[in-house]
């Protein structure tokens, strides 16, 4: 089985990426798709990727998403 991110932030398509530019870029690369792995980065220039994670979770949850961890998906 391979499981491979299909979704983003856009985190790293520029220098200083904003919450709303993150959150515009997600719900793109979301669209159409039942099962998503959203590809973000943690490096510290990425400050307001963790800034808009709770606001990620959220928005995903709401439209009907569920969070599993790896090994989970993998069973």
Not at 12 to 32: C, D, N, S
Not at 33 to 61: C, F, G, Y
Request: proline share 3%; glycine share 4%.
């Amino acid at each position: 089985m391979n499981i491979d991110w299909n979704s983003l932030t856009g985190d790293a398509e520029t220098t200083k990426p904003t919450i709303e530019f993150e959150m515009q870029r997600l719900q793109e690369t979301v669209t159409g798709k039942n099962s998503v792995v959203v590809l973000m980065h943690d490096a510290e220039a990425k400050k307001a990727t963790a800034e808009a994670l709770p606001e990620i979770i959220k928005w995903l949850r709401e439209n009907g998403y569920e969070f599993k961890n790896f090994y989970e998906i993998i069973k």
